[in-house]
Every structure is written in structure tokens, then in C-alpha cells.
């Protein structure tokens, strides 16, 4: 196992800037937390034929795409995503302030994985691999059941973006370095977009699938996080183009990876990024170590 990425939580400052009430915000983050397992009440739908057009014109190109360790990766960049966000907070300490950051945090993750998943459960899209012709692939499909109609939208892209950008506002309103803030958006965004392209990458969704997931992501947690902002947060400059960096250095790094098109490459024997936790002098954060 050797370093591949270290992603260091930076030291931060100033008072609480949010406008949190326990007495609400508790309540809500636990129902949230207890509320995931019910849309998979939601009854699946019996049998679902491949659909003749599809959202977007470039979904056509990635029909029938599969890769085992394109899944892998996304997936241990998806946790990532997630625990980066909390991972930088913690370095502020364990305040007050902490505590107020990670309620908010969960309302809008949570909330927007609550969305994601019931929304799968009612629109029944097939993933791009249920086009595959090859006996492997058809072989996984059918092991999966019905998750294999759930295709809209990304789960993997609505709650990596949800996180990015909760985390990114949540690290503003908190950090009084324009560097810093930078840093942090533009880390944070570029896994979140690795983590979408991986899953198109793999064959479990369609572009449209990644970019609306990103989409309804970004738009609820923008949307918790602003309700509780007393302080008006507004990004800089650098900031804004800390943001568009790393969705583009995102999606260039997550290209660039050879990945089999089919069942080539078993997970059991896909080489893996493993999340590792680190403690610093004056923070706190992870590492990435890759397992050859």
C-alpha cells in the first residue's frame, strides 16, 4: 500500500455564523437518519422493459457500458465525498460550532439521499448495462434484481454533490482564509464529479442520471445549508473559480483511467483507494492509500 492523495482538514476560526435551533434541528436530523430505510417500501416495479429513447442524446453512447473496477472506485470515492466534509470540520475542534455544522450536514445529505431513493423507486430507468449483450454482464444483471431499474437518478452523484457543496458552504462560513475556502470547494468538488463520471464509467448510470443527480444535490443542500446562514455567506472570486476547477479537473482525472467496457476485470481482484483517517497538530482529516 502505498500514499496516493492527502487530503488535510485546515484550521479554522471565527464564531458560529449559523442559525440553528436544537430544538428543531434535532429532531429533524434524527427523523432524516431513521427515515432512509422507508422508500424501500416502495413496491418495484415487476418487470421493466430496456426504454427505446433515451433523456439525453449522449446517453446513447454509454449503453451497455460495465466495468467492475470503475464501480469500486466510485463507490470508495462516494464514501470519501462524504466523509471529507465532516473530516474538515472536526479540524476546528469539538465546539459548539462543530456540532451545529454536522446537524445541518445531515439534514441536507440525508435529506437529499431520502429524495434520490424515492425517486428511483417511482421513475423504474434500466442501467446502461441491462443493454449489454455479453453473458457476463446479463449474468450480474440478473443476480441484482430490482436495482437494476434504478437507474434515475445517481444516487452516488446526488449525495457526493449534496456533500460537496454543504461542506464547501459549511467550511465557509466557518474559515476566514480565501485560500483556504478555495482549497476546500475545489477538493471537494472535484471528488464529487470523479465519483458521478465513474459511475457512467462503470455502466450503473447514464449521463442525464449523473448530471440531474448533481443537480437536485447541489440545489437541496445549497438550500438547508443557506437557511441556517445568519453570517451571508458569499464566495469570493477565487472561490467561484476554485469551483469550476474542480468539477473540470474531476472529470479529466476520472477519464483518464484505461476501464474494461465489460466483466474483465472481477471486483474481488479491482485494485482499490482505501480512506484513511489522519490527526494532525491542528486538524484533522484522511488520507487515500491505494491497495496495488
Do not use: C
Request: aromatic share 8%.
Amino acid at each position: 500500500m502505498v500514499p496516493a492523495l492527502v487530503v488535510a482538514a485546515l484550521a479554522l476560526s471565527a464564531p458560529s455564523p449559523f442559525r440553528s435551533d436544537w430544538v428543531v434541528d434535532g429532531p429533524v436530523a434524527g427523523a432524516v437518519i431513521l427515515a432512509q430505510p422507508l422508500p424501500g417500501l416502495i413496491p418495484p416495479a415487476p418487470s421493466q422493459q430496456p426504454w427505446a429513447t433515451q433523456i439525453l442524446p449522449i446517453d446513447d453512447a454509454v449503453k451497455a457500458n460495465f466495468s467492475a473496477r470503475a464501480a469500486l472506485r466510485s463507490d470508495v470515492l462516494g464514501t470519501l465525498s462524504l466523509t471529507v466534509p465532516f473530516a474538515v470540520q472536526v479540524g476546528a475542534g469539538w465546539d459548539r460550532s462543530l456540532g451545529q455544522a454536522s446537524v445541518i450536514y445531515v439534514e441536507s445529505v440525508g435529506g437529499t439521499m431520502l429524495v434520490t431513493e424515492v425517486v428511483k423507486r417511482l421513475v423504474h430507468r434500466p442501467r446502461p448495462y441491462t443493454y449489454s449483450d455479453d453473458p457476463g454482464v446479463q449474468a450480474f444483471a440478473a443476480r441484482e434484481g430490482a436495482d437494476v431499474n434504478y437507474s434515475f437518478f445517481s444516487g452516488h452523484s446526488a449525495s457526493s454533490f449534496a456533500a460537496a457543496v454543504a461542506g464547501g458552504y459549511l467550511f465557509g462560513l466557518r474559515s476566514s482564509s480565501t485560500k483556504a475556502r478555495a482549497l476546500a470547494w475545489g477538493g471537494q468538488l472535484a471528488l464529487a464529479t470523479a465519483t458521478a463520471n465513474l459511475r457512467v464509467r462503470a455502466g450503473r448510470h447514464f449521463y442525464s442520471d449523473v448530471i440531474v443527480g448533481a443537480l437536485v444535490g447541489s440545489a437541496l443542500s445549497f438550500g438547508v445549508v443557506r437557511l441556517h446562514d445568519k453570517a451571508g455567506y458569499r464566495p469570493s472570486g477565487l472561490e467561484w473559480g476554485a469551483m469550476g476547477a474542480g468539477v473540470v479537473a474531476g472529470a479529466v482525472l476520472s477519464a483518464i483511467p484505461d476501464y474494461p467496457r465489460d466483466v474483465v476485470v472481477p471486483l474481488e481482484q479491482a485494485s482499490a483507494f482505501i480512506p484513511v483517517p489522519i490527526v494532525l497538530d491542528h486538524g484533522a482529516g484522511l488520507g487515500i492509500v491505494a491497495a496495488l
